[in-house]
Each structure stands twice: as structure tokens, then as C-alpha cells.
């Protein structure tokens, strides 16, 4: 077997006295497809710089075999010192690069060469940065979020571009569709540390939830021991203080290994302040126009959308996507036709480039309005720093200045703050945009579950399949049709194709019709009838078996109890550690059965 191209072997980092990394690993051989997944803030983009030499651990080892070349794709690329995306591409290919491929590389992904690099937009600038790490051809490729701000047909392109090259890759991705495509082995970054699956992400989140299901088990064991050792402390740790001081250290030592164990990165609380109900259309669009210096952008587009719709738009980037989001909602009038909102819209915008977010506005001034120190949510009201945690905000970061965010915690502010202004209409711009996959879940199921209407621009695959009850695709020409269901209909529908044949015709819906959700929930594993008894008397048990080890406890506590009758301790002492071993089997079958319920309900809603 060949050795690994590349090795990181217990790597350790600390950011302003917070350990980020504690003995992560990653080990990269010829040919590999290997995804880094982990909650934002957990340091894999911190892991990605130290593998390509960016950054200097405080210890540990990085190793790169002799001879071979890496290749690191960044989230903000540095354009200083170069005026075209030719040159810009040019300068990364070595001494013996090959100038015609950096020049075709840029021309797939719908560059010529000489845009000034000081004019570019997001898509721009992340096209022109992955020609640049693609063109030397290297034997390992560091990608960190390449689709971010990349439209479809360039994701596409990329993933063929990958999935045909010989290179190493290491994939960091918010795109679920795009990491299940091309991974074969995932690396789990969680509290500091790595863990290893030799599998694609397809098989990650089943694995992760197993891991964290096992960890609350043996946290919960671990509290409970602590419980019992305390109350033993309480009841008679005096009359026995020499014989058991070892005893007592291990009390301490437990205590300690609970404050120590370092914690996974939290769950957002994500939910949603409802304005009162919309009429029951929200937005009706007839032959609508649009044409930007006689460039036709919208041409004869008709839709009706009805409460609680979630409408997708999807097509390249300058298609004319936000144009159409700018017209059904009013805030750009049509040069034709007409457009009439329904009544009652109460309607919250998220941005995909977070302009309304202003750089010298602190954290929890953003959150507020700049007054008092509380929040209303979903008809409830919150301080500010409690609701910063509900986001994955430390206090400290209260009096931050928004421009110190990552893009990942901009993008978290953004909807902390759209989701505290009651609404019946969202409008979310590119709203997957840096965040992690997780906060995507809840964001998706907040979508699901809202009551109200949703217009959504989005490039991400999966999570449109997972939220959209149709989609509205761009044809070329200014034309825009509907499709029922997510994207994977829309390419049933056009039999495949990612593009529709010129053939094809809009479709108009009619008032009174649903499309069926894209991608209904999965089916949750259900409880039988033995399970949901044990649930109705494991309670019971449990309360008795608890009874019964205080008892036990109660009479071992007696420090007369062996010199009077060694037999009766002997039996006592039996009985305990069976009452306890009983205790802890209901607790883990409540416990697992609880599990089981939660899901299936949750899914069930």
C-alpha cells in the first residue's frame, strides 16, 4: 500500500486561549475523495490552511510526501498584484505550466481572460480562483467551500471537473449534493478532534447521530454515577473518612473528568415570529416583462401563488433571478403586465449579499434595533444574549462589530434578525451561503413548518429538493416556467435534462391546485405496542428501583452494619449493585425508547 501523500498526526491549535484543536488527524493518499465535515467554528478551514502550509500549529506534525504538488482553494481569494483573471491564473501555474489550459480552464467556466479583477462579482471571483487551483493539474486538492457563490451549471461543471481528475481531494461543503457525489471517506472535526469514516457523506449523518446517541448515554451514566457518589458523600463519608478517602478521589476525579469533557458546538433554536395570516393568495403575476437596456430578463411570466406556497428560483448566475424576486414582491415594477400582492403581507427579507448588515453595528445592537436589551420572538420575549445563544453566539461577541464575523456567522445573524420581525411572507436571497450543514437542517425544517409563504433563490440541490413545493426555472430568453416539486422533479419533468428543450411550455397553476411537496420527510422508524408500554411503565419502574437503591444505601450507610452481621452486609451490598445494574438498564431502554418517540413524532408533524 502506498503511504499517504499527505499526514497531519495530533495537531494542536489555541486562538486567543480557547483551544481550537486538540489532536485532530487527517491522512490524504493518491486518489482519495475525502470530505471534512464539522459545525462552523469547529476550525476545518483552521485544519485545511495547516495542510497547505498557511498556518503553523502550536504542535503536532504535518507531513507532505516528497515530490508532491498541493493545490489550496480559499474561501476570500487574494486578487492583489494582478489586473486580469488571466494573469491572476497564470501566476499560479509553476514554471512548467501550461498557459493554454489556465486559458481554457476560464473559458468553461464562462471567463475570457481580461475581466478586471477589481470588478467582479462573487461568482466571478470564485470561478477565476477555481481556474487558478485547478490549472497546475496537482497531485492534492484543499477546497474550502468551492460552491459558494457558484449558479448550477458551474456547480455541475465542477463536479465533473472533480469527479474526472486524478488529483487527492479534500472537500469542505455546505452542499449536500455535491459532498455525496464525489466523497468516499468523511472526517468528522468535532471539539477539537477528528474521527474517521471510511464512507461517503451519504453515510455520515447516520454515523454522527449513532456517535452522539452513545456519548448522551455514557454523559448521562457519567452524571448519574457522579449523583450517587454525592449523595454517598452526604450520608457518611465522616464515620468512614480514612477507610475511604480513595473512594473520595475518585468522586473528584469524576467531577473532573465532567467539567473537562469538552462539549460539541450547540444546536441553533431557530423559530420564527408569525404576522397574522396573508389572504389566501399571496401573488399573482400576469404576462409580466422586464428588459434592463434592451436586454429582455422576464418575458411573459404569469404565476399564482397561494398561502403557504414555498416557491424556488433557480438559473445561472445574471439570469435574472433576484429581478424576479424584486418583481413578485413589488419592490421593482414590471415594464408590462401587472402583479398584484395578496392582502395582509407582512414580508421579511433575507439578502444574499447581507447589505442591510452594517459593519460598525454591534452584535446584539443588530439584534435589538439599538434599544433595550431584549428581543420579541414568536410572541415571546427573550434578553439578547440568551437569544445570541440560541444562534451559537458567546456573550462576548455582544459588543462585536458585525464586520468582525466570519461569513458564517453573518449568515446565522441574518436570520436571528429576520426571525424576530413577524412575517407571512419570507424572502430569502441565497440564504445557504456559508452556513453549516446542520443550521441548514434547522433552517429547512423552520421552512417546512412555516405557515406562510416562502420565495427562495437558492443553488443548493438538496436543500431546494428538501423545501420548495415548486420550482421556477430559467429557459433561456427571458423565458421562466414552474415545475411542481424540487429541482430532481424539475430534471424528471425535462427528462433529465438540465435544461428544457426550446419546445417546452410555461405552466401556469390554477388557484385551487398543491404540488405535492418535493421530498417528503423519511419515514421514522415507529414504536410497536411493546415499546409503547414499556414507555407508559419504565417511569414507574425506574421511580421504584430508585426507591429501592436509596434503601440499600440508606443501610449500608450504617457503620455498624458489618462488625454486627458480615452475612446481612454481604447481602445488602449484593442487593445494591443489582438494584443499580436494574436502575441503569430502564433508565438506557427509557432513554432509547424516548429517542425513538421524539423522532417519530417530530416526523410525524
Known amino acids: 500500500m502506498a503511504p499517504p501523500l499527505l499526514t497531519l498526526r495530533d495537531i494542536h491549535l489555541t486562538f486567543g486561549g480557547t483551544p481550537l484543536l486538540e489532536g485532530a488527524e487527517l491522512s490524504v493518499s493518491e486518489r482519495d475523495r475525502l470530505c471534512l465535515v464539522g459545525r462552523n467554528g469547529s476550525g476545518k478551514s483552521t485544519l485545511l490552511k495547516i495542510a497547505a502550509g498557511l498556518i503553523e500549529p502550536d504542535s503536532g506534525e504535518v507531513f507532505v510526501q516528497p515530490g508532491s504538488t498541493v493545490r489550496y482553494l480559499s474561501q476570500e481569494p487574494d486578487f492583489t498584484g494582478f489586473s486580469t483573471t488571466l494573469a491572476y491564473v497564470e501566476a499560479g501555474l509553476g514554471p512548467d505550466g501550461d ?197 429582455s430578463v422576464i418575458r411573459d411570466f404569469a404565476i399564482r401563488v397561494q398561502r403557504g406556497d414555498r416557491i424556488g428560483i433557480v438559473g445561472p448566475n445574471g439570469a435574472g433571478k433576484t429581478t424576479l424576486l424584486k418583481l413578485l414582491t413589488g419592490e421593482l415594477p414590471p415594464d408590462t403586465g401587472t402583479i398584484r400582492l395578496g392582502a395582509n403581507l407582512d414580508m421579511v427579507t433575507i439578502d444574499q449579499r447581507r447589505e442591510s448588515l452594517d459593519p460598525d453595528t454591534r452584535l446584539a445592537d443588530a439584534l435589538t434595533g439599538g434599544s433595550g436589551d431584549t428581543v420579541s420572538v414568536g410572541g415571546k420575549t427573550k434578553h439578547v444574549i440568551g437569544y445570541m445563544k440560541d444562534f451559537l453566539f458567546s456573550p462576548e461577541q455582544a459588543r462585536t462589530p458585525i464586520g468582525a464575523l466570519s461569513g458564517g456567522e453573518r449568515g446565522r445573524l441574518m436570520l436571528a434578525r429576520a426571525l424576530t420581525q413577524p412575517s407571512n411572507l419570507l424572502v430569502l436571497d441565497e440564504p445557504t451561503n456559508d452556513l ?42 427571458g423565458r421562466w416556467v414552474e415545475y411542481a416539486g424540487g429541482y430532481t422533479d424539475m430534471l424528471a419533468q425535462r427528462g433529465g435534462k438540465t435544461e428544457e428543450p426550446a419546445t417546452a411550455k410555461p405552466r401556469n397553476r390554477k388557484p385551487q391546485e398543491k404540488p405535492a411537496r418535493a421530498n417528503a420527510r423519511s419515514e421514522k422508524a415507529k414504536l410497536s405496542f411493546k415499546d409503547r408500554h414499556a414507555l407508559q411503565t419504565l417511569p414507574g419502574r425506574i421511580e421504584a428501583l430508585e426507591t429501592e437503591v436509596a434503601a440499600q444505601r440508606a443501610l449500608l450507610a450504617d457503620p455498624g452494619l458489618f462488625a454486627r452481621d458480615p452475612a446481612a452486609f454481604k447481602k445488602v451490598a449484593a442487593d445494591l449493585e443489582r438494584a443499580e445494574t436494574a436502575l441503569a438498564a430502564a433508565e438506557e431502554q427509557w432513554l432509547t425508547l424516548e429517542m425513538v418517540r421524539e423522532e417519530f413524532e417530530g416526523g410525524a408533524q
Not at 449558479?151 to 487527492?168: H, N, V
Open 436 to 477: 453549516d450543514i446542520e443550521t441548514l437542517d434547522l433552517l429547512q425544517e423552520m421552512l417546512a413548518d412555516h405557515p406562510g409563504t416562502v420565495l427562495l433563490v437558492s443553488h443548493d440541490r438538496d436543500f431546494l429538493d428538501r423545501v420548495v413545493t415548486s420550482l421556477i426555472a430559467f429557459e433561456g430568453d
Open 99 to 295: 498557459s493554454h489550459r489556465a486559458q481554457a480552464l476560464l473559458g468553461q467556466l464562462g471567463l475570457d481572460g481580461t475581466e478586471d479583477l477589481r470588478r467582479l462579482s462573487g461568482g466571478e471571483a470564485r470561478r477565476t480562483a477555481l481556474a487558478r487551483t485547478l490549472a497546475p493539474a496537482p497531485d492534492i486538492l484543499l477546497l474550502d467551500e468551492p460552491t459558494n457563490h457558484l449558479d448550477l451549471p458551474a456547480i455541475e461543471w465542477l463536479e465533473s471537473e472533480l469527479k474526472s481528475s486524478s488529483a487527492a481531494l479534500v472537500l469542505i461543503s455546505h452542499d449536500r449534493r455535491f459532498l455525496e457525489t464525489l466523497s468516499r471517506t468523511t472526517v468528522w472535526l468535532s471539539a477539537g478532534k477528528t474521527r474517521r469514516l471510511d464512507d461517503g457523506f451519504g453515510a455520515f449523518e447516520a454515523w454522527r447521530d449513532g456517535i452522539l446517541e452513545r456519548e448522551a448515554v455514557e454523559q448521562h451514566k457519567l452524571d448519574r454515577k457522579i449523583a450517587a457518589e454525592t449523595v454517598w458523600l452526604r450520608q457518611g463519608v465522616t464515620a468512614r473518612r480514612k477507610r475511604n478517602q480513595g473512594r473520595l478521589r475518585a468522586l473528584h476525579q469524576l467531577r473532573a473528568e465532567r467539567r473537562s469533557q469538552r462539549q460539541a458546538v450547540g444546536i441553533v433554536d431557530m423559530s420564527v415570529s408569525q404576522a397574522a395570516q396573508s389572504g389566501r393568495r399571496a401573488i399573482e403575476a400576469e404576462a409580466v416583462s422586464k428588459a434592463f437596456d434592451g436586454k
